[in-house]
């Protein structure tokens, strides 16, 4: 089978784009045509190619075919005209060419294409591109150099600038004839396509009879092919692949710009929760501060009152610096350290008396819920940061809560889930909304050595609690 090229598209436009644009100079293709209009459509593409690409055309056919042609040129948008005044385009006859000494002979018809080779390149051009065919059906006696000359055409011309485009019309041959066409022809534009022909072969085979020469060069196309196929084929299977490849790391990507657009988010809302806690506290401060430098209060309030009130404003503002603290190293991406031997519900406890003494709304409690100690190897600064930084948001700032933190363990990890519900007197059990992202929550946590889970029943974005899972080290140092 022949392997083909891209297609000329000729059914949309029957001189559109050609399908020659892969040929390199010392080409020599056969064109078996079956009807005028496809000869028509292909030559033209064909010639207006080589106009493009500053090649002398030269046509070879009858004075009938030659009007045709440079109607066809025309109607393509070809300037005929200024390509004949030029001799970018020649016409010329059978006679004036492949007969010019009365009879066919191959060596004159390879010489007559050297000179107009010659010729094209000292006029400018990069280099001859001819098609042409016989004005009659070729007799039994003639067509052996017809064949020999398209045998020598491939190496005498393979280094030349010469693209050549042979015409023959195929009910005007046999059989027998056109597969010696085949034979002589490394390329064959069939159909709008152009191909590598397998059944060409080189001129001492073609034009010989050693029949063992001839199966041997046989057997070398078929590999030539096959190898040919298979490196079209793994030049698809990667392409393939690598198209894959392009969308899984698009994928991948788009998956990276999304957490980057939810860290951002959350650090906005982190530090606008931020902001809001450091300037009621600073506020309240400031104005206890101008009071007790006036010597005299705006009230009746008395000065160790004012003291007490500005110390506990201070201690605010130290909280949410602390806070803010907190996160930053928490976020931090320096390696994890290993931890150091203590007991998890203490560490837990020691962070929650500090938020119970320094919370922004009095009235807020904070309660443990752990069977005993839980002794093991945490990372003690990480974790406190951690634990403080969920509390203090759980605690919030506008209303009367009640925290609650339960610690729990198994052989291979210990839980901490956080949770607060509003008004605790009135025995609500409705989880409050935490103003932390989900995904900043994951990350805290992470950074301390552990995981954020998920409790099943607190999954709507307006009840979130905080399920905390930190892996259980033995708190005794391996031997």
């Not at 072969?201 to 196929?229: F, K, M, N, T, Y």
């Not at 509003?422 to 609500?428: F, L, Q, T």
Request: glycine letters at 6%; charged letters at 30%.
């Amino acid at each position: 089978m022949l392997t083909c090229g891209r297609s000329m598209n000729s059914a949309s436009s029957p001189f559109g784009s050609s399908a020659f644009g892969a040929l390199r100079a010392g080409d020599h293709l056969c064109f078996p045509y079956e009807t005028l209009d496809e000869r028509e459509a292909t030559v033209v593409a064909f010639i207006r190619e080589g106009l493009e690409h500053h090649e002398r055309c030269l046509f070879i056919g009858t004075l009938e075919e030659q009007t045709r042609l440079r109607a066809s040129l025309r109607a393509a948008g070809v300037p005929v005209d200024r390509a004949l005044e030029r001799r970018a385009l020649v016409l010329a006859t059978q006679a004036e060419t492949y007969v010019r000494s009365g009879r066919f002979d191959a060596e004159d018809a390879l010489a007559m294409l050297d000179e107009h080779i010659d010729a094209a390149l000292a006029d400018g051009f990069f280099g001859l591109r001819a098609t042409g065919e016989s004005s009659r059906p070729v007799s039994d006696e003639v067509w052996p150099e017809v064949h020999r000359y398209e045998a020598l055409m491939n190496e005498r011309f393979a280094r030349r600038p010469f693209i050549g485009l042979c015409r023959f019309h195929t009910s005007a041959l046999s059989a027998d004839r056109l597969r010696d066409v085949l034979r002589v022809h490394p390329f064959a534009f069939v159909r709008g396509d152009a191909c590598a022909n397998p059944f060409y072969e080189r001129p001492e085979i073609a034009l010989g009879d050693d029949s063992r020469a001839r199966v041997e060069w046989q057997l070398h196309q078929v590999r030539a092919h096959h190898r040919a196929r298979q490196r079209s084929e793994d030049m698809a299977e990667s392409a393939i692949a690598t198209a894959v490849t392009l969308d899984a790391d698009r994928a991948e990507s788009d998956a990276a710009a999304s957490d980057l657009r939810r860290s951002v988010h959350a650090r906005d809302r982190f530090l606008s929760t931020l902001a809001e806690d450091l300037a009621e506290p600073l506020f309240a401060l400031k104005r206890e501060v101008h009071a007790l430098g006036l010597g005299f209060g705006i009230d009746e309030t008395p000065a160790p009152q004012r003291l007490e009130a500005a110390s506990r404003h201070l201690r605010r503002l130290t909280t949410a610096i602390d806070q803010a603290r907190d996160v930053a190293q928490l976020l931090d991406p320096s390696p994890h350290v290993g931890g150091s031997d203590c007991d998890l519900v203490e560490l837990v406890g020691e962070v929650a008396r500090r938020h119970r003494e320094d919370a922004l709304v009095p009235g807020c409690r904070i309660e443990i819920e752990a069977e005993g100690p839980l002794r093991g190897r945490w990372d003690r600064a990480n974790v406190r940061r951690l634990v403080s930084a969920l509390v203090a948001d759980l605690l919030g700032r506008d209303a009367e809560r009640l925290v609650v933190i339960g610690v729990a363990a198994d052989a291979v990890s210990a839980t901490l889930t956080f949770g607060a519900v509003a008004r605790p007197d009135a025995g609500s059990t409705t989880l409050l909304a935490t103003s932390l992202e989900p995904h900043l929550v994951r990350e805290l946590a992470n950074a301390a050595g552990g995981r954020l889970a998920e409790a099943p029943e607190r999954r709507p974005a307006a009840s979130r609690g905080y399920v905390v899972e930190l892996p259980r080290r033995s708190s005794q140092p391996p031997s």
